[in-house]
C-alpha cells in the first residue's frame, strides 16, 4: 500500500492540474467544485503524512487566481488569505489540538463561528472614511479593480459610518467581504432570462463574479448583488482585540454583516452547532457551503501564525458536498395528477452528501432545451436538503459526440394520447383523464391523509382495483362490492371488511376535507376551508363555477368582434388582446370593485384605439362578469389563477360526473353546522406543522371551534406554532420571530382538554 503513495500523489497532481486548467483557463469545468476540492483533500493529506513525497509543481502550493486581463490591478495591503477546510467534527478537534501545542500551555480558545458564504472575495478600502477602492482577490497579492462596479453594489457602504452619530471613520480601513447573489436575486435574474428566451444562469457564485466584471459598471448596476463584510484586512489608528469586537465595529460603522455569527466560549459549544446551522442551509437567503471558525482573541490567532496560505487560527467546516457529476444513462417519464409530464433522469449511482444518487428531476422539457442536456452526456447533480435530487447542467466538455437531444414524447407513455403544451405553459401534459397513470396518482392522493384519508387503501391495492377493472375513478371507490373483492389475491374476509368500513366512514370525511381530495390545482386544506366558509355545497360551487364559465364564454364571444384587425406585432397590442381573451384572470379580479368601468377600461385598452362604443360594450359585460365571479374573486386569500383552476376543474364534464356519482354514493358535500364548543382561542391566530394525531383538517375545525383562526404562514400575527413531528421550517421563522411554539398536547391543554 505505501508503495502506491508515491503513485496516488503523482496521480491527484495530475488530475488537479488538469482540472484547474479547465475551470480556470478553458472556463469549462468537468468536475464539480465539490470534487475538486475531495481531491485537493485527500492530495494535501498525503502531502502532510508523506512529506518526502511532495513534489515542487503540486497544485496544494499554487495560490488560486482570479485575474483577468480587463482590469487594472490593484495591490492588496497585505496578502488575502485564504481558508484550510476540515470535513468533520475529528478535523476540528486535531485543529484545536495542533493549535494548543503551539500556544503557551494552559491556553483556552474562544471561537466566533458564522456561515462561509459561496460567493467570491472582495476587498475595499477607505480612507478618512471614503471608499476609494475595491479589488478582487486575484492572487491574494494582486487583484483586479473593480470600485466602479462595486459602487453599484447597495449593501456597500460609500462612505462610512453610515450612521454620523457612530462618531468619526478611521483614517484607513480595509475590509473584506463576499458578494454574491441572494437566492430569491438569481431566480428572479433567470426569470427575466427566460422572459427574454434567453438561457438559464447555473450557477449562482459564477454569475455573481461574471457579473462583478463587467466593463460596463451599467450592466453590473442591473445584477442585484449584495456583498456581506465580515473582517478586518488593514487599518490605521484601530486597537481591537477580538474577531467579536471586530464584528461589532464593523456592524457600528454600517456595514452589513452575517446576520448570526456567534461567539463560542469553546470548540464544543461551536461544534454543538454544526448539526443545526447544516440543518437551516436551505432556509438561509443566500448559499453557504461551510462555516468559518475563527480564534476570537486576534494575539492568539497572530502568535499561531499561517501555513502556506491559510492562517492557522480560522478554519472553514465544509458541508458534504452537495453536487456531484455523473453519466446520465437515460430519462423516465412520470404523468401526476394533472396529468403533468416530469421527465425524470436516470444515472449511474454517485455519492452526494452522504447518500447514493441513482436518479435525478429534470424540471421540465423547456429547461431540458434551455440548458442543453442530452442523452448520455455528463451531467452535476444537486442534491441539497429534503429537496428531490436535480440536475443542474451538462458538461459539454466531456462530450464524446454521441449525446442526443431529449424531447418530450409524442404520446403518453401510458395511455398512447398525443401529449399537448398548453398556451404559456412550459409543461407538457397527457391530456387524457382517464389514461390509468393519471386515475392512479390522483385515487393516491385520493385516499392519502389530509384528504379521504381511507386506511387500507395503500397504492397496491389501488393498483389491483384498477386492473381488475373494479374502479375507473375516484367515486367508484364508494360503491365497491365485497364478492370481487374477496376473488383477488391477498383479499381475506377481514381485510375486505376492514376496508369497506375505512371506505365507509370516509363518507363523512368534513366538507373542506372532501373537497381537498379532489385535487384541483392549487386547492390544498386552507383554500379548501377559505371555499367551505364561503360555499355551503358542492353544488353552490358547482353552479358558481358554471355561471362563471358564462360569463365568460359571453364577454370573449362580444368582445372579440370589436377588436382591430391588426397583426399583433407589438408586445402592448398583444397583451390587450390576452387580457381580453382572459378576463377571469386578467380582468374581473382588478376591477371588481372599480366604480367607474368605463373611463378605467378606456385607459388600459388606450394602445388598441377602441372606438368609444366598444369601450362601452368592453365595460358593459366585464361589470356582468364581475358581478357573477365576486363571490369567488371577492374571497380573500384565493387569486385569480386559483379561482381560474376552481371554474376550470367544476365546469369539467368528466368531474361533474365524478361529483355526482359521490353525491350519489352519499360521500358528505355539504358544509357542517359550525360548532362553536367555547371561545378559549378567540383571537388568536394559530399555524400548523408537522404530523399531528389527527389529520390537520381536523385539528383546524377543532381550533376554529373554541375560536381560534388558522392560517398558513408565520407572521407577526401569529399567536402560537403548533408543532406535530418532524415539523417543517415554519417552527425556525417562528423562532426567529419570537413567536411561541407548543405541542399539539400544549395546545389541547389551551382548551381544557
Ligand atoms: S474569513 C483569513 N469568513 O471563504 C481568511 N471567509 O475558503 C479570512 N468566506 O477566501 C476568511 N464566508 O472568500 C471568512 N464568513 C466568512 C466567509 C469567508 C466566505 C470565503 C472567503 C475565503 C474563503 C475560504
Known amino acids: 500500500m505505501t508503495d502506491d503513495i508515491p503513485s496516488r500523489i503523482a496521480d491527484l497532481s495530475q488530475k488537479l492540474?488538469?482540472?484547474?486548467?479547465?475551470?480556470?483557463?478553458?472556463?469549462?469545468?468537468?468536475?464539480?467544485?465539490?470534487?475538486?476540492?475531495?481531491?485537493?483533500?485527500?492530495?494535501?493529506?498525503?502531502?502532510?503524512?508523506?512529506?518526502?513525497?511532495?513534489?515542487?509543481?503540486?497544485?496544494?502550493?499554487?495560490?488560486?487566481?482570479?485575474?483577468?486581463?480587463?482590469?487594472?490591478?490593484?495591490?492588496?495591503?497585505?496578502?488575502?488569505?485564504?481558508?484550510?477546510?476540515?470535513?468533520?467534527?475529528?478535523?476540528?478537534?486535531?485543529?484545536?489540538?495542533?493549535?494548543?501545542?503551539?500556544?503557551?500551555?494552559?491556553?483556552?480558545?474562544?471561537?466566533?463561528?458564522?456561515?462561509?458564504?459561496?460567493?467570491?472575495?472582495?476587498?475595499?478600502?477607505?480612507?478618512?472614511?471614503?471608499?476609494?477602492?475595491?479589488?478582487?482577490?486575484?492572487?491574494?497579492?494582486?487583484?483586479?479593480?473593480?470600485?466602479?462596479?462595486?459602487?453599484?453594489?447597495?449593501?456597500?457602504?460609500?462612505?462610512?459610518?453610515?450612521?454620523?452619530?457612530?462618531?468619526?471613520?478611521?483614517?484607513?480601513?480595509?475590509?473584506?467581504?463576499?458578494?454574491?447573489?441572494?437566492?430569491?436575486?438569481?431566480?428572479?435574474?433567470?426569470?427575466?432570462?427566460?422572459?427574454?428566451?434567453?438561457?438559464?444562469y447555473v450557477n449562482a457564485r459564477n454569475t455573481a463574479s461574471g457579473s462583478l466584471k463587467q466593463k460596463d459598471s451599467r450592466e453590473t448596476a442591473k445584477r442585484k448583488l449584495t456583498a456581506y463584510i465580515y473582517d478586518i484586512v488593514d487599518s490605521e489608528g484601530l486597537e481591537l482585540q477580538s474577531e467579536w469586537e471586530i464584528l461589532r465595529y464593523l456592524d457600528a460603522l454600517g456595514f452589513n454583516l452575517i446576520t448570526d455569527a456567534s461567539l463560542c466560549s469553546d470548540l464544543d459549544e461551536a461544534a454543538a452547532q454544526l448539526a443545526a446551522w447544516e440543518a437551516r442551509r436551505d432556509d438561509l437567503p443566500f448559499e453557504i457551503d461551510g462555516l468559518v471558525l475563527k480564534v476570537n482573541d486576534m494575539s492568539a490567532a497572530r502568535e499561531l501564525g499561517v501555513v502556506g496560505k491559510d492562517p492557522r487560527g480560522a478554519i472553514a467546516y465544509k458541508f458534504p458536498a452537495e453536487e456531484a457529476t455523473t453519466a446520465l444513462l437515460g430519462v423516465t417519464i412520470g404523468v401526476g395528477r394533472t396529468g403533468k409530464l416530469t421527465p425524470t433522469a436516470q444515472l449511474e449511482p454517485v455519492f452526494i452528501g452522504g447518500v447514493t444518487v441513482s436518479n435525478a428531476s429534470l424540471h421540465n422539457y423547456d429547461q431540458v432545451a434551455a440548458l442543453d442536456i442530452r442523452q448520455g452526456d455528463r451531467v452535476v447533480i444537486k442534491r441539497s436538503g429534503d429537496v428531490i435530487p436535480y440536475v443542474i447542467g451538462p458538461v459539454p466538455g466531456a462530450r464524446s459526440g454521441n449525446e442526443t437531444p431529449i424531447m418530450p414524447p409524442a404520446i403518453c407513455p401510458f395511455c398512447s394520447t398525443k401529449v399537448v403544451q398548453p398556451e404559456g405553459a412550459i409543461d407538457w401534459f397527457c391530456?387524457?383523464?382517464?389514461?390509468?397513470?393519471?386515475?392512479?396518482?390522483?385515487?393516491?392522493?385520493?385516499?392519502?391523509?389530509?384528504?379521504?384519508?381511507?386506511?387500507?387503501?395503500?397504492?397496491?391495492?389501488?393498483?389491483?382495483?384498477?386492473?381488475?377493472?373494479?374502479?375507473?375513478?375516484?367515486?367508484?371507490?364508494?360503491?365497491?362490492?365485497?364478492?370481487?373483492?374477496?376473488?383477488?389475491?391477498?383479499?381475506?374476509?377481514?381485510?375486505?371488511?376492514?376496508?369497506?368500513?375505512?371506505?365507509?366512514?370516509?363518507?363523512?370525511r368534513p366538507f373542506a376535507q372532501v373537497l381537498t381530495s379532489l385535487g384541483i390545482d392549487g386547492v390544498g386544506s386552507t383554500v379548501a376551508g377559505l371555499l367551505t366558509d364561503n360555499f355551503a355545497s358542492m353544488a353552490d360551487l358547482q353552479a358558481i363555477a358554471e355561471r362563471i364559465r358564462d360569463a365568460e364564454i359571453e364577454f370573449v364571444e362580444q368582445t372579440r368582434p370589436l377588436l382591430p384587425a391588426v397583426a399583433a406585432d407589438d408586445?402592448?397590442?398583444?397583451?390587450?388582446?390576452?387580457?381580453?381573451?382572459?378576463?377571469?384572470?386578467?380582468?374581473?379580479?382588478?376591477?371588481?370593485?372599480?366604480?367607474?368601468?368605463?373611463?378605467?377600461?378606456?385607459?388600459?385598452?388606450?394602445?388598441?384605439?377602441?372606438?368609444?362604443?366598444?369601450?362601452?360594450?368592453?365595460?358593459?359585460?366585464?361589470?356582468?362578469?364581475?358581478?357573477?365571479?365576486?363571490?369567488?374573486?371577492?374571497?380573500?386569500?384565493?387569486?385569480?389563477i386559483l379561482a381560474q383552476n376552481i371554474v376550470d376543474w367544476f365546469t369539467d364534464e368528466h368531474n361533474q360526473n365524478v361529483l355526482a356519482k359521490m353525491q350519489a354514493a352519499g360521500v358528505n358535500m355539504q358544509a357542517e353546522e359550525k360548532v362553536v364548543a367555547g371561545t378559549a382561542l378567540a383571537g388568536q391566530t394559530f399555524v400548523l406543522t408537522g404530523t399531528m394525531s389527527a389529520p390537520r383538517g381536523e385539528i383546524k375545525a377543532l381550533v376554529e371551534a373554541n375560536g381560534g383562526k388558522v392560517t398558513g404562514g408565520v407572521s407577526k400575527k401569529t399567536s402560537y406554532v403548533v408543532a406535530g413531528e418532524s415539523p417543517g421550517s415554519k417552527v425556525e421563522k417562528a423562532a426567529k420571530n419570537g413567536v411561541p411554539i407548543i405541542s399539539e398536547d400544549e395546545l389541547r391543554a389551551l382548551l381544557g382538554e
Open 17 to 200: 492540474h488538469f482540472h484547474n486548467y479547465r475551470y480556470h483557463v478553458r472556463n469549462d469545468p468537468v468536475i464539480s467544485d465539490g470534487e475538486y476540492d475531495r481531491l485537493f483533500h485527500e492530495l494535501q493529506h498525503l502531502e502532510a503524512e508523506h512529506p518526502q513525497y511532495a513534489r515542487a509543481d503540486s497544485p496544494t502550493h499554487r495560490v488560486g487566481s482570479d485575474l483577468s486581463g480587463d482590469f487594472p490591478k490593484a495591490a492588496h495591503p497585505a496578502p488575502i488569505l485564504s481558508l484550510a477546510n476540515a470535513f468533520d467534527e475529528d478535523d476540528l478537534r486535531h485543529w484545536e489540538e495542533r493549535n494548543l501545542r503551539l500556544l503557551p500551555s494552559g491556553s483556552r480558545l474562544s471561537y466566533v463561528l458564522q456561515p462561509k458564504l459561496d460567493g467570491l472575495a472582495i476587498v475595499i478600502s477607505y480612507e478618512q472614511g471614503e471608499l476609494t477602492r475595491a479589488a478582487t482577490r486575484g492572487n491574494g497579492v494582486l487583484g483586479d479593480d473593480v470600485t466602479a462596479n462595486v459602487k453599484t453594489i447597495r449593501t456597500v457602504p460609500l462612505r462610512i459610518p453610515v450612521d454620523a452619530a457612530a462618531g468619526a471613520a478611521p483614517p484607513r480601513l480595509v475590509v473584506r467581504g463576499e458578494i454574491l447573489f441572494h437566492k430569491d436575486s438569481f431566480l428572479e435574474l433567470n426569470q427575466e432570462q427566460e422572459a427574454q428566451g434567453l438561457p438559464a
Open 571 to 640: 408586445s402592448d397590442t398583444e397583451k390587450l388582446r390576452y387580457r381580453l381573451e382572459h378576463p377571469t384572470t386578467e380582468l374581473a379580479p382588478r376591477y371588481l370593485n372599480a366604480p367607474e368601468l368605463g373611463p378605467r377600461l378606456e385607459r388600459l385598452l388606450r394602445p388598441l384605439n377602441l372606438a368609444a362604443e366598444s369601450v362601452a360594450i368592453v365595460a358593459e359585460y366585464l361589470k356582468r362578469l364581475n358581478t357573477v365571479s365576486r363571490p369567488l374573486h371577492a374571497i380573500e386569500g384565493l387569486g385569480p
Open 431 to 508: 391530456p387524457n383523464q382517464t389514461c390509468p397513470e393519471r386515475i392512479m396518482r390522483t385515487l393516491e392522493f385520493f385516499v392519502s391523509r389530509g384528504a379521504m384519508d381511507i386506511e387500507g387503501m395503500g397504492p397496491q391495492t389501488i393498483a389491483a382495483l384498477i386492473e381488475n377493472g373494479l374502479i375507473q375513478d375516484e367515486a367508484d371507490i364508494f360503491t365497491l362490492p365485497a364478492e370481487p373483492l374477496l376473488a383477488l389475491e391477498g383479499f381475506a374476509e377481514k381485510k375486505v371488511e376492514n376496508l369497506l368500513s375505512s371506505i365507509a366512514a370516509a363518507k363523512a
